[in-house]
C-alpha cells in the first residue's frame, strides 16, 4: 500500500491526496493494475498505468487510466479496507473474523480489540450464536461484494476463518 501527500495538478493547482491508498493486490489484479481507494469519499478506482513515448524524445511518460469507479459507504469502506491490506501483503492472506469483527463494533483493529472480539466471538460459538454476532460484518460483506463486482474483485469467505479478495 502506498500513501501519498499533495501533488501538483495539470492546471498548476495543489491537490491533497493524502486520503488515497494504492493496492497493487499481486495475487487478484494482472500485473500493471492497481486499486485506489480515497478513503474521504469511499471511492473505490481500478486503474491502469499507460506508458507513451514521446515524438522527439525516447522518453516514456506514464498516463493513468481510470478503468472503473465504485462508491462504498463509511460503514462498508472501514471493513473493505482491511480487506485490501490482507490481500495487498506478501503473501497475501486472509482477514480474519476478529479483525472485521473489531472494526465493526469498535472502529479499531487494535490489540485490545481484537482480542475481545476473538473473545466474543469464541463466547457466540460455546452458545451457538456465532451468526447473530458476526451477521453484521456478513452483511457489509455482501454489500461489498456486489459493488466491487463490476472492477472484477469478489470477497471469498473461509469458513470460520475469515474472507479474502479473490
Not at 478506482?45 to 498516463?63: H, S
Not at 462498508?76 to 463494533?105: G, N, Q, T
Not at 460459538?125 to 466491487?148: C, D, Q, T, W
Request: aromatic share 8%.
Amino acid at each position: 500500500m502506498k500513501e501519498y501527500g499533495t501533488v501538483q495538478s495539470a492546471k498548476g493547482r495543489i491537490v491533497d491526496v493524502s486520503s488515497i491508498l494504492h493496492f497493487s493486490l499481486p495475487t487478484v489484479l494482472e500485473k500493471g493494475k492497481r486499486i485506489a481507494v480515497d478513503s474521504r469519499s469511499g471511492a473505490v478506482t481500478l486503474m491502469t498505468v499507460e506508458y507513451i513515448l514521446q515524438k522527439d524524445e525516447e522518453v516514456k511518460i506514464a498516463l493513468p487510466r481510470q478503468l472503473g469507479t465504485v462508491s462504498l459507504t463509511d460503514g462498508e469502506l472501514k471493513i473493505a479496507l482491511p480487506l485490501f491490506e490482507y490481500a495487498d501483503r506478501d503473501p497475501p492472506v486472509y482477514c480474519p473474523h476478529a479483525i472485521l469483527h473489531s472494526i465493526h463494533y469498535f472502529n479499531d483493529a487494535s490489540e485490545y480489540h481484537v482480542a475481545i472480539s476473538q473473545q466474543r466471538l469464541y463466547e457466540a460459538h460455546e452458545y451457538g450464536m456465532v451468526e447473530e454476532e458476526i451477521r453484521p460484518v456478513r452483511n457489509a460483506i455482501s454489500r461489498i461484494r456486489f459493488k466491487l463486482k463490476p472492477l472484477g474483485l469478489d470477497v471469498s469467505s473461509l469458513m470460520s476463518r475469515g474472507y479474502t479478495l479473490i
